[in-house]
């Protein structure tokens, strides 16, 4: 910090002169006791032009003008003071939507991490031949050595993206989306760096890369057919989001698909897996498009699906759960459940019911990989082979929406179930300790909170609300504010809060009605004491045990 050095005895009519000319706004510290014969300069300020802002110190920020060519000054004045300027510290010039091109001279002797990011017209950072710390390539921004890439202008126009030879990293924020660059070749001097250092294969930032090239003697990478691999070829680590291929084979060798390997890869309709695989990162296939796997397109191809391939698969099924193809199968898979299952003319309740020994019966609770994402997904029921509470509670909302019933998936203390509207009344049902083995139980069917109180946790939150990516998915977001009530009283026929006489004078007539026109699809669950979906005299003796 420029340090201006002046008498005690002379600050009085220095502040006032400053305020005087107006300049006051743009000191930003002023020590309220002074503890030696120092006062430091204002550290932000305008230069007299108009035209930028920097401080003291000699760190360029902004540029206020409208020029979309400008060269980073050597000197500023502001208020009749004049200023080297030197640095270009990080955010410097960023969120500028007009700038094409930046000019730096040899005046530059230090340039931060994240200068000049979401510089969304940028093409060129131009550098001054004699400046002995930076230089540019094709107008992408690197230290003096060429080591590292300080900034890759989004908009630069590079088909190709040749990283020179002994380039080693790119700083943090140096490479952001840069839709210009179709080919990326990697020297043999790069090895690799974690995120927090800087990456240039940051696989976001290259909507139309259609090929990657590892060049001779890198000891760490290698290519094929613009595929990027490790050297052993044992790690898939990046399928170019354009490719130009509708078809691709995993190499034998592969036994890991990487981190981000395939995101919003938009061309490519199928993929082959092979029994070789053993590990599919989480994220390798975010935003992917492919409609099929070895492929397998229909619920028939999927139940023949070769079994060492398809466990493959299975293993790593949440990777694949945003996919196209995973979410077709899903909902051929709950097509199928519907027809099978559900019956023209089942009530409500019949229709929850059925769905729920479908649930019970389709996969096999795991208690060994509980913390395995895989049995965390909602294609975990429908595809996978086990799942845990999570996927119970997933599968069964889902199926709910598909026939229209309204749900709501729900947690409390580490478990997932889901809470029903049948006849307009909440109640829980939790297919995961009523799974039984061959049968759905119904100790958890459709019971109210106070029912559930001494044999179940109570819920605190919304389980999950990502099911708008299946064609009847229904959003529930919106119970993440207000979460359903399941506070009825089974019985209160009457809706006075109480069991009573009024209520077996009322239970008299359900059973009466449900005799009648149980066929033409009547229930009234608040009826329903034991939640066997009939109305008869053993629910009336229930009711008229409690009330008397």
Not at 206 to 223: D, M, Q, W, Y
Not at 384 to 392: A, L, M, Q, R
Not at 498 to 504: F, G
Request: net charge negative; proline share 3%.
């Amino acid at each position: 910090m420029k340090k201006i050095v002046r008498r005690i005895n002379i600050i009085t009519c220095l502040l006032g002169l400053v305020a005087a000319i107006g300049c006051f706004d743009q000191i930003t510290m002023l020590p309220s006791v002074f503890h030696s014969n120092t006062v430091y300069a204002a550290t932000t300020l305008t230069s007299d032009d108009g035209l930028w802002t920097f401080t003291a110190d000699g760190k360029i920020q902004n540029y206020l003008g409208t020029d979309t060519q400008v060269t980073i000054p050597a000197q500023l004045t502001s208020n009749s003071v004049t200023y080297d300027i030197t640095e270009i510290p990080w955010t410097a010039l960023s969120w500028n939507t007009s700038i094409t091109q930046v000019n730096i001279g040899s005046n530059i002797s230090k340039i931060d991490n994240s200068c000049f990011i979401k510089m969304t017209s940028l093409v060129s950072i131009e550098v001054s031949d004699d400046n002995p710390n930076y230089c540019d390539i094709d107008g992408i921004l690197y230290n003096k050595a060429q080591t590292k890439l300080l900034r890759l202008p989004q908009m630069n126009t590079c088909n190709t993206l040749n990283l020179p030879d002994g380039f080693t990293e790119s700083s943090i924020n140096g490479i952001e989306t840069c839709p210009n660059i179709h080919i990326i070749k990697i020297p043999a001097s790069y090895t690799g760096k974690s995120s927090y250092t800087g990456d240039p294969l940051e696989k976001i930032s290259f909507p139309n890369l259609e090929a990657v090239e590892v060049l001779p003697g890198n000891t760490f990478f290698s290519s094929e057919n613009g595929v990027l691999y490790n050297l052993d070829k044992t790690v898939l680590l990046w399928y170019p989001q354009k490719k130009a291929a509708t078809d691709f084979t995993i190499p034998n060798s592969v036994t890991t698909i990487g981190t981000y390997s395939f995101t919003n890869v938009s061309l490519l309709q199928n993929l082959n897996l092979t029994a070789n695989i053993e590990t599919i990162d989480a994220s390798a296939f975010r935003g992917c498009q492919i409609t099929s796997i070895n492929n397998i397109t229909t619920r028939a191809d999927y139940v023949n699906w070769t079994p060492a391939i398809k466990s493959v698969f299975q293993d790593n099924i949440y990777a694949f759960e945003d996919v196209p193809v995973a979410i077709s199968l899903v909902e051929q898979e709950v097509q199928y459940a519907v027809d099978t299952y559900i019956e023209d003319g089942m009530n409500d309740y019949q229709k929850i019911k059925a769905l729920y020994t479908y649930v019970v019966n389709k996969v096999a609770y795991t208690s060994g990989e509980t913390s395995d994402m895989k049995n965390h997904c909602i294609s975990s029921i429908f595809l996978g082979d086990t799942t845990v509470c999570e996927g119970y509670a997933l599968g069964m909302s889902l199926l709910l929406d598909k026939v229209g019933i309204t749900n709501c998936p729900v947690s409390g203390s580490n478990h997932a179930w889901v809470v029903v509207q049948l006849n307009g009344i909440w109640l829980e049902i939790d297919p995961t300790w009523d799974d039984c083995g061959s049968y759905a139980g119904t100790t958890y069917f459709l019971k109210t909170a106070q029912e559930y109180s001494s044999i179940h946790p109570a819920y605190v939150d919304l389980c999950n609300n990502s099911f708008t990516k299946y064609s009847f998915g229904v959003n529930k977001s919106m119970y993440a504010v207000n979460l359903p009530i399941c506070d009825t009283i089974i019985g209160d026929l009457n809706h006075d809060g109480e069991l009573t006489q009024y209520d077996l004078n009322c239970m008299a007539d359900e059973v009466r009605g449900y005799a009648m026109y149980s066929i033409e699809g009547y229930y009234n669950v608040l009826a329903d004491m034991n939640r066997d979906g009939a109305i008869n005299t053993d629910d009336y003796n229930l009711l008229y045990d409690l009330v008397y």
